[in-house]
């Protein structure tokens, strides 16, 4: 199994930094388009548009040590873990998912679409990975058969979508929101337009399957509930704006113990909220990249974000010999991440 790099530690430099976060040494040499953690250990995957997947082992200092890497044909847009932590799933623009072996160095193809691959995510419960494409599908594969177990046709690309079983909620490209119930994957359990009225960027499911969080390009986010019942609890709020400009959340998170959330996005910050209270509970200060991935350790002490260009600004704006990509790990505060009523001051 390759490794690569040497470890080095964050700088503030060009203020990409500014909230002197930890930085993973050796980085993508292209932009970010996933980051995701093992839920068995600390170990932090990354993909890229350079095709590929970065593994490294973060230690309880913070100290991220290079583990494996492996390139695989074409950029990569998504990735997950086995429940084992054995195995790395990534997807992207070759149309397919293989799956990594970390002990063996091995690849799998492990699924197929007719267009790129935009999300996987496998789903123990179910023993299954679940893909979404650009080919208009979600796919179920049972990773013993070399064919899905399942074809749901939608009615445009997806876009975002997120995974928290049972719940399963997938936007398009047409603003269409398609919930399910994976206890009935063959049909949605709800299908509704997007609250928000600009295109979807990103989706996170409640930790307690009761609702879904919707973010656009429009620097706005739409806090959802599943139940009829609940939809006077739904709303929504303004985010990663300044001024007149307004900048897409490209990643949101739920914290895995107290269950508020972080969003992130093109402005190059992250901040954190609390949906129950409807308040922010801490804005960080902005780099000058945008942020195009983030995600928390298994127990919530690492917030791993990614910052690189997320072409919001189009091919004129990208400069690959100046073009720079950092993962940084930010060890949050039980300030900034636990819920507190309003009446509780900062």
């Not at 939809?231 to 900048?247: E, I, M, P, S």
Request: glycine share 6%; hydrophobic share 35%.
């Amino acid at each position: 199994m390759s490794a690569f790099g040497q470890v080095t530690f964050g700088s503030s430099a060009a203020n990409y930094n500014p909230n002197k976060d930890m930085e993973v040494p050796s980085p993508p040499t292209d932009s970010i388009s996933s980051l995701t953690w093992s839920p068995t250990s600390n170990l932090l995957v990354a993909t890229s548009w350079n095709n590929q997947v970065l593994c490294w082992d973060v230690q309880a200092n913070g100290q991220a040590i290079p583990k494996a890497a492996v390139t695989m044909e074409k950029p990569i847009l998504c990735s997950a873990w086995s429940s084992d932590g054995t195995a790395v799933f990534a997807g992207g623009c070759d149309n397919g998912v293989k799956m990594w072996n970390l002990a063996t160095n091995q690849q799998q193809q492990v699924a197929q679409h007719a267009a790129p691959v935009r999300h996987c995510f496998y789903n123990p419960q179910m023993s299954m990975l679940i893909t979404g494409s650009w080919d208009k599908t979600i796919k179920y594969w049972d990773l013993r058969s070399p064919n899905p177990v399942h074809t749901q046709q939608l009615s445009e690309r997806v876009y975002a979508m997120d995974c928290s079983h049972p719940l399963l909620v997938v936007g398009t490209a047409d603003r269409q929101i398609q919930v399910y119930n994976l206890a009935q994957p063959q049909q949605p359990y709800k299908q509704l337009v997007s609250p928000l009225k600009y295109q979807t960027r990103s989706i996170a499911c409640f930790p307690d399957q009761a609702g879904y969080l919707v973010g656009s390009i429009e620097g706005r986010v739409a806090v959802q509930h599943v139940e009829d019942s609940l939809q006077a609890k739904n709303f929504t709020f303004k985010c990663h704006r300044d001024g007149n400009d307004v900048f897409a959340v490209n990643s949101m998170a739920f914290h895995p113990q107290y269950h508020t959330f972080v969003t992130a996005g093109s402005d190059g910050a992250y901040n954190f909220w609390d949906k129950d209270s409807k308040q922010r509970l801490k804005a960080m200060a902005k780099s000058t990249l945008p942020i195009t991935a983030g995600a928390f350790s298994k127990d919530g002490s690492i917030y791993a974000y990614a910052v690189s260009y997320d072409w919001s600004r189009g091919a004129a704006e990208h400069n690959p010999a100046t073009a720079q990509n950092h993962i940084l790990l930010h060890s949050p505060q039980e300030s900034e991440v636990k819920g507190r009523s309003r009446t509780t001051r900062r």
